[in-house]
Structures are given as structure tokens and as C-alpha cells.
């Protein structure tokens, strides 16, 4: 099956932006408005991810992502991977945020 992907620049500022990287690269950096949702996790919280609406999966570099939009849609969800995951987003100058009080930055 083949994955739909989109570069980071072009995710839609009200997309929803589904961030399945650990709890210590969320805590580093993320998008302001995304979900985070690690990849270990995803299976049990399903019911948290939007089945009416495109979900845009996002990790550090796209490999964890691809994975979990496969998934999502072998399932019958409509989810396309981030290329280049979050060092992308962060090269295309989106909007970052931390929870460490600190600059935000990709871990």
C-alpha cells in the first residue's frame, strides 16, 4: 500500500497533526496544535484520532509516521505521512513550541 505524503510546508495550518514521537521529543519541540500520541500507544487510543477528517502524521524524520498512516489507513482512515517528519517542519520554519520553557527544537 502506498502511504499519501505531504512536505511540512504544505500541512494545513487547521489540519490535524497527529505527532507519534516519544515523550522526551515532544517535551524538546512540537507543532503548537498537534496531538501527541506516541507510536507505542497509538493502537490503544485510537478512538482519540479523528475518523471524519485527513490526519497528517508527523515524527523526528518520517519513518515512525509512515508507519502509524499505514495503519491508519489499512483501518479505513484517511492519513497521510509528513515527509521529512519534524526536522522538515522545523527547516520550513513552522511553529514550534516546548514544555521545557526553552527554546523549542527537534530531539
Do not use: K
Not at 520550513?92 to 527554546?103: D, I, K, L, Y
Amino acid at each position: 500500500m502506498t502511504v499519501p505524503e505531504i512536505e511540512a510546508s504544505a500541512v494545513p495550518e487547521d489540519g490535524y497533526l497527529l505527532d507519534v514521537r516519544e515523550q522526551d521529543e515532544w517535551t524538546a519541540g512540537h507543532a503548537p496544535h498537534a496531538v501527541h500520541i506516541p507510536m507505542t500507544q497509538i493502537q490503544g487510543r485510537l478512538d482519540e484520532v479523528p475518523s471524519e477528517r485527513t490526519v497528517y502524521v508527523i515524527c523526528r524524520v518520517g519513518g515512525r509516521s509512515m508507519q502509524v498512516a499505514a495503519w491508519l489507513n489499512r483501518l479505513g482512515r484517511d492519513a497521510v505521512n509528513v515527509g521529512g517528519g519534524m526536522q522538515s517542519w522545523e527547516h520550513a520554519h513552522r511553529p514550534m513550541v516546548s514544555e521545557t520553557g526553552q527554546p523549542p527544537f527537534v530531539a
